[in-house]
């Protein structure tokens, strides 16, 4: 009986060393590795959003390239417009150009004037650009007509005819009364600052 108490006693020290030291990693663990686990878990859904953002911005400095193109060019086809587009204080210069190239089509200006002006500056907010009619009283043949529009549908600014009137000349045949009604769009003086 002797050894089994002995057998015993050892088994129980066993046991009792075996949960002590299993009680030691308990209070270890709970001391040491929770905190850092609980906090690791806490971090984990910050990490996944940090993660998606770091993507997003990855994906905008790729892009970045294609939208500095982009905007040189926007900024090309802005210059682009305003060549094409005379601004307020070009409307006199325009005239002159008509006029020029009536001239080098032999074609007779009596009279060319802008008309439709007021209110240019009080235009709707966003608006940029402004349609204004401008009126031309001339004389000239049918070929002498056809080149003036030719040359004005080949050149630099955006012009259109909107109406033409062509009467008969009681004093020459050859050369016809004409009025036509162009229109083109200007620059808004506060769309200069686009």
């Not at 663990?29 to 911005?57: G, T």
């Not at 994906?59 to 601004?87: C, G, H, V, W």
């Not at 020029?100 to 002006?117: E, M, N, T």
């Amino acid at each position: 009986m002797a050894g089994v108490k002995l057998g015993r006693n050892k088994r129980e020290k066993t046991l009792l060393s075996v949960l002590f030291v299993m009680i030691i990693a308990a209070v270890y663990f709970n001391l040491l590795f929770k905190p850092s686990i609980d906090e690791l878990m806490n971090l984990l859904p910050k990490v996944s959003v940090l993660k998606a953002d770091l993507a997003d911005a990855k994906e905008l400095i790729s892009t970045r390239k294609t939208i500095e193109q982009n905007e040189a060019q926007a900024r090309l086809k802005m210059d682009e417009y305003k060549e094409i587009f005379p601004s307020e204080e070009e409307v006199p210069k325009l005239l002159e150009s008509l006029s020029s190239i009536a001239g080098k089509s032999r074609v007779k200006i009596i009279g060319i004037r802008p008309f439709g002006r007021e209110g240019l500056r009080a235009a709707e907010k966003n608006v940029v650009y402004q349609e204004i009619p401008i009126e031309i009283v001339a004389q000239c043949g049918y070929h002498e007509l056809g080149q003036f529009l030719q040359r004005l549908e080949t050149g630099d600014r955006f012009i259109m005819v909107k109406d033409m009137d062509i009467n008969a000349n009681p004093e020459n045949i050859k050369r016809h009364n004409i009025k036509l009604i162009l229109s083109t769009y200007i620059l808004i003086a506060k769309g200069s600052d686009v």
